[in-house]
């Protein structure tokens, strides 16, 4: 398994080899001036009329220059000093999407910027607000801007964190790749073992001049920058998941600059920068649980998958793994084809337990099928087109790439063990921690191959007295951040509060809920805190029918009718990446 892995990299090598000189001549990001790092534009300072947006069109400044883009946003650039403790030196360029106030700045009903961060490591921003920024102008209201930004070496911002040169390249390295699934054996981990190294020698030739600065301290610092360029001096911001660390971060290095700080989905940031990835699945069987409970609950006609106990749709569920293991099924469809094994299986699952508001009742429905023998649902659950090369039409900048993920979190962290025997023994101790162990295992095993340096940066501890109290969000029953995290997390910054949400699925708007999203909205506006012991209830259901029979809007004024459609929307089309790679 190891040398097929080392085989793929000598074609890789020998790929990127014949794309450098037509690479070079596009312009790609990298060191390629003296102020800053960042691509050669094709044209300054001229927005595309719609589709995806050309950044390279905007010259990065030190001072925000809006530019109207996508439909009815506008985006930007900011100069920041690629490392903070050589301000005059080399300089990063982050990107930006915003929806203005209807406020003018000069107004007294003007409350400055709201940032965003979506989760990863290696979530874009700009995709968030891009997507989802209507949603929350609704719920946090018109005087405050939107905004979204790729962090340092994510998406659109550069100097950007990849290993490749091209997309073709990427897909020529994944195409070799034995996947880590729940399942995964030793021949399994030594693969994603053996592709790690590769990854992170890559790394180290291609972005060793900038790749220690991709780091969350750093991501925090510009924050505040992008605070500043907009004439304000303390943070408003609302992040998710790996978003929790950030803002943990930044609340701790930078405590006298907080306004309104909410971490949504808390992980625990010690454990995160020490590179384990050891405790996020406590509450994962709960979440597990949630889908049994819901389906038995909505009864035959409301659950495809229905059976006369939580316990008995559990046991369906099983006899369905067995049947899979032994007799995988073969898929094509219309975008893609491949095989449903046991390992794509579970690995499906696993995912759905992100958004049980939206993919509970496919799951349901999904699984009927397949034990009709008919895999084409759920194998679409986590479909990816088939990869077509449109070599030399590719933008420069484009969305977030797999390893970004790697540049974020393995820079961050403590060093993680380059034998193979240390990753055996992470895989094995994960994989009795939990189900789905094995699988989140590959999160700490793919800095193995990580380039070595000494980190400077800040990782901890996470104790400070923030200027404004910040506000900590929990759900009973989050798949890969347990409420456990954000309770201890809390305990590091004085004065904060943590508000439970009793609901299924990943960070808070995984399930809407109208009680959570007012104390949101009161939080940012007028700086209200739930009291100790506050935990807020779904306002609806993953199950048709249970949904229907709700009809809690009915009762409710016409502000919280339109707060309740922005939340249910959210908890619709959010997506919160997931550090997931076994599929």
């Known amino acids: 398994m190891i040398r097929q ?57 030190k001072n925000l220059v809006w530019y109207d883009c996508y439909t009815a946003r506008q985006c930007a650039r900011l100069l920041v000093p690629l490392d903070y403790s050589n301000e005059g030196g080399l300089q990063a360029a982050i990107a930006l999407v915003r929806i203005p106030s ?253 958004k049980p508001y939206t993919q509970f009742h496919p799951l ?32 420069l900048l484009s969305t977030s790439v797999d390893e970004g993920y790697m540049f974020v979190a393995c820079t961050d962290g403590k060093p993680v063990p380059s034998d193979l025997e240390y990753s055996l023994k992470h895989h094995s101790e994960m994989s009795r921690s939990s189900e789905w162990g094995g699988q989140w295992s590959t999160t700490a095993i793919r800095c193995s191959g990580w380039p070595q340096f000494t980190k400077t940066h800040f990782q901890g501890p996470f104790v400070a007295n923030t200027s404004f109290p910040i506000l900590l969000i929990g759900n009973t029953a989050d798949p890969v951040t347990p409420l456990w995290a954000a309770q201890k997390m809390s305990k590091g910054f004085k004065n904060s509060m943590v508000l439970t949400q009793d609901t299924p699925g990943h960070c808070s708007i995984s399930m809407p809920s109208l009680c959570t999203t007012q104390y949101i909205r009161d939080y940012f506006v007028d700086g209200s805190v739930p009291t100790i012991g506050t935990i807020c209830a779904a306002t609806g259901s993953p199950w048709p029918r249970i949904e229907a029979e709700m009809m809690v809007e009915e009762n409710l004024s016409e502000k919280d009718q339109e707060l309740l459609q922005a939340t249910r929307e959210l908890s619709r089309t959010f997506e919160v990446p997931r550090v997931l790679h076994g599929l």
Request: proline share 6%; aromatic share 10%.
């Open 5 to 61: 892995s080392w085989r793929a990299f000598s074609v890789a090598v020998a790929f990127s080899a014949a794309l450098l000189p037509v690479l070079a001549s596009e312009g790609v990001s990298g060191v390629t001036g003296e102020q800053y790092v960042f691509e050669r534009p094709r044209v300054t300072n001229r927005p595309a009329p719609g589709g995806e947006y050309i950044w390279e069109q905007i010259t990065p400044t």
């Open 102 to 354: 209807t406020y003018p700045t000069s107004s007294p009903e003007y409350r400055g910027p709201v940032l965003f961060n979506p989760g990863g490591p290696g979530g874009s921003g700009v995709d968030a607000v891009n997507l989802n920024g209507d949603q929350f102008v609704k719920i946090l209201g018109p005087q405050f801007d939107i905004v979204g930004f790729d962090p340092r070496g994510i998406a659109r911002s550069t100097p950007k964190g990849e290993a490749f040169l091209a997309q073709a390249e990427r897909k020529i390295f994944e195409a070799d790749a034995d996947r880590l699934g729940p399942e995964g054996g030793d021949a399994d981990v030594a693969n994603a073992w053996a592709r790690s190294q590769i990854i992170g020698k890559l790394a180290s030739e291609r972005t060793s001049d900038f790749l220690k600065h991709i780091n969350t301290e750093n991501t925090a610092r510009d924050m505040l920058r992008i605070v500043e360029a907009h004439g304000r001096s303390k943070l408003l911001y609302w992040g998710f998941s790996y978003g929790s660390i950030l803002g943990a971060t930044y609340a701790s290095i930078l405590p006298d600059k907080v306004e309104r700080l909410i971490i949504d989905g808390v992980a625990d940031a010690e454990n995160y920068f020490a590179t384990l990835w050891s405790n996020n699945l406590l509450d994962t069987d709960k979440t597990m649980q949630a889908f049994y409970d819901g389906c038995y609950s909505a009864g035959p006609e409301g659950c495809p998958f229905y059976a006369p106990g939580p316990g008995l749709i559990a046991q369906k569920l099983s006899a369905l793994y067995d049947s899979v293991h032994k007799n995988p099924f073969t898929v094509v469809t219309d975008k893609s084809y491949g095989t449903l094994d046991l390992d794509r299986l579970k690995a499906t699952v696993f995912r759905v337990l992100y």
């Open 364 to 395: 349901a429905q999904a699984l009927a099928d397949l034990r009709n023998g008919n895999a084409t649902a759920i194998y679409q659950m986590s479909e990816t087109p088939t990869f077509g090369c449109s070599c030399g039409t590719e933008p």
